[in-house]
């Protein structure tokens, strides 16, 4: 039987988790029974959904320090930032348990006086939930949950290097759900059929942008509908009249900690001349400071990159790039997939530091003219996913927030650290249909109808 498994990134040799892939047969077979399952779950009464909910919630909270340990473990991530993921995921469940609770239309004029309309929202069916390793529970969750509190059922394909915070999350969500509800299926080649098979009438995709693009393409031609949150190059601007200390404790924290792997990672850094060589000095000492230890002690900061492969690509990106090195660029003497936090001087927008997604710890350092060439720099890239702005003028601020092409954007706070209340997703080549998290989330989950009463 071929299996699918994860390993340790601070210690590749351990295997962390192992669970059988699913093979086309079984995938069918399990599509089958989650669309029956579903049905049954579309009619559940919504303060009974709400329940199981709060009670998936009540066992993530129980079981914090498992789970958090076996984040850390499975993709290296810092134990505290495991912890701060594993209580997002218990936040996240009791949000959408409320959220199923609130009215699910409107009443609207009657065209007389006698006619009664409104709208009315229904589940979509068997959705598909497709996620990356970097947010191995709190990705699913603000997946699952909304899909589960509006009557959906989920076909579950997390990503071969998490599946077991994955086969954790779904074992928890099976104690309080009917058989069926939420099916999990892994392996290579799944993602691709759970998009075309036509037993899934929506899929929810995170990811890179390449296979993001792919799904949405194959799941758009068969009429169905898809959602992609996908990369990022998120760029963080420091103004003349910024609290420069400010933006620099904000800035590193969210360019290597965890070794620059979060989508909304600090990935270009972009300076107004007037502040440039005493900001750069700034970073270069503050880089050099972060702790680079295994992930599981409550001291680590920056922890190893997901696998060797990624760590060396990424460090073959710093050699082409024709930047100068300010700090870092090489592996530490450590086992595991290390690489210390780098920061590099690029002469452009055009240098791939500056244009592609590295997903390790590597950010560029920019150097603006004003601010007007500062949102240019910016600007310049096919992503448009976070976005940061340091500025102590108020109308810059404003100003600038309507000029930075991007999705999410923080003022005086590092491109990281979003709100799971709050709509999220990009633009241009970060994002494709509509958002997620919050209230938001109800459009993808739930399809609507118009009903006039004459
Ligand atoms: P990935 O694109 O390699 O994989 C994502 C998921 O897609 C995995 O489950 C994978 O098995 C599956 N998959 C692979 N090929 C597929 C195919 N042909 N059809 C269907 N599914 C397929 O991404 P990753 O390496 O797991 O994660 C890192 C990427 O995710 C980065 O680009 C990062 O920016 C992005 N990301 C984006 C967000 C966001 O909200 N925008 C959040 C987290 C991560």
């Not at 509190?149 to 989920?154: D, K, P, S, T």
């Not at 898809?226 to 009249?241: F, H």
């Not at 979060?262 to 050099?288: F, M, N």
Request: with cysteine.
């Amino acid at each position: 039987m071929s299996t699918v498994r994860s390993t340790n990134p601070h210690d590749p040799k351990e295997t962390v988790a192992e669970v059988p892939a699913t093979s086309p047969d079984h995938l069918s077979a399990l599509l089958e029974l989650a669309t029956h399952a579903g049905r049954d779950w579309a009619h559940t009464a919504a303060p009974d959904r709400a329940t199981a909910l709060n009670r998936v919630a009540d066992d993530i909270g129980v079981e914090t320090n498992r789970l958090a340990d076996l984040i850390s473990r499975e993709v290296g991530k810092p134990i505290t930032e495991a912890r701060g993921e594993v209580q997002r995921a218990e936040r996240t469940f009791r949000y959408f348990a409320q959220a199923a609770l609130l009215p699910q239309g409107d009443v609207l004029p009657g065209a007389d006086s006698r006619t009664l309309s409104f709208t009315r929202t229904r589940p979509r069916g068997v959705v598909g939930v497709i996620t990356p390793w970097n947010f191995p529970l709190v990705i699913p969750a603000w997946k699952l949950a909304p899909a589960l509190a509006y009557g959906n059922a989920v076909v579950f394909k997390p990503s071969a290097q998490a599946v077991g915070t994955a086969e954790a999350l779904t074992d928890i969500l099976n104690r309080h759900l009917l058989p069926g509800v939420v099916v999990f299926a892994a392996g290579p080649g799944t993602g691709a059929l759970v998009a075309q098979s036509p037993a899934v009438n929506a899929v929810s995709f995170t990811g890179s942008t390449e296979v993001g693009r792919q799904v949405v393409a194959t799941v758009s031609a068969r009429g169905a509908v898809a959602q992609a949150e996908m990369g990022g190059q998120n760029p963080t601007v420091i103004l003349a009249d910024a609290d420069v200390e400010a933006a620099i404790t904000g800035i590193t924290g969210s360019a290597f900690a965890f070794a620059g792997q979060k989508c909304t990672a600090t990935s270009r850094i972009i300076v107004h001349e007037d502040i440039y060589e005493r900001t750069r000095e700034a970073l270069v000492e503050t880089a050099r400071k972060l702790v680079l230890i295994d992930p599981s002690d409550p001291n680590c900061q920056v922890g190893p990159v997901i696998d060797i492969s990624s760590r060396d690509s990424a460090l073959a990106a710093v050699k082409s790039s024709s930047g100068r090195v300010l700090t870092g660029g090489t592996k530490p003497d450590i086992a595991g997939s290390y690489l210390e936090p780098t920061l590099v001087e690029v002469p452009g927008s055009d240098d791939l530091l500056a244009t592609d997604e590295i997903f390790a710890p590597v950010t560029a350092l920019l150097r603006a003219r004003s601010a007007a060439h500062a949102v240019e720099l910016a600007n310049a890239t096919p992503f448009g996913l976070s976005a940061s702005l340091y500025t102590r003028d108020l109308s810059a601020a404003l100003t600038h927030t309507r000029e930075l092409k991007a999705g999410m954007l923080r003022v005086n706070a590092p491109t990281t650290g979003l709100d799971h209340w709050a709509p999220f997703g990009g633009t241009k080549a970060s994002s494709f249909g509509s958002r997620e998290q919050g209230l938001a989330a109800k459009e993808f989950y739930t399809e609507s109808s118009t009903v006039a009463f004459c």
